[in-house]
């Protein structure tokens, strides 16, 4: 299973982001019953979730990200997308996508103040 991530950048405060990981490898029934979503780590800081999606749709954010991140998940595309509005600068960090053991390569997400 790969997992490849996409729509990093810098955005100053405020702004939105859209991230998306795409699944390859994986056939379809194991994307419909595996947990996948999103971590991230800034710098000097243990890796923390962010939002998850299990495979019966019941989406879990972080106490942090309630309410400016949405999750979302496209069966047919084998993917999943993270939209997130009102970033602020604690939101600085590598953002990784994962699906059940399997990790993609991390999306840096730098927020200016």
């Known amino acids: 299973v790969q997992l490849q991530a996409f729509g990093g950048g810098s955005v100053q405060a405020g702004g939105s982001l859209r991230l998306s990981c795409r699944v390859s490898g994986a056939i379809l029934s194991v994307f419909w019953s595996e947990t996948m979503g999103w971590y991230r780590q800034a710098p000097g800081k243990v890796r923390e979730l962010v939002a998850s999606?299990?495979?019966?749709?019941?989406?879990n954010y972080a106490e942090s990200v309630k309410g400016r991140f949405t999750l979302s998940k496209d069966n047919a595309k084998k993917s999943t997308y993270l939209q997130m509005n009102s970033l602020k600068p604690d939101d600085t960090a590598v953002y990784y996508c994962?699906?059940?053991?399997?990790w993609g390569q991390g999306t840096l997400v730098t927020v200016s103040s």
């Open positions: 994962y699906i059940g053991l399997s």
């Open positions: 999606v299990t495979g019966s749709g019941a989406i």
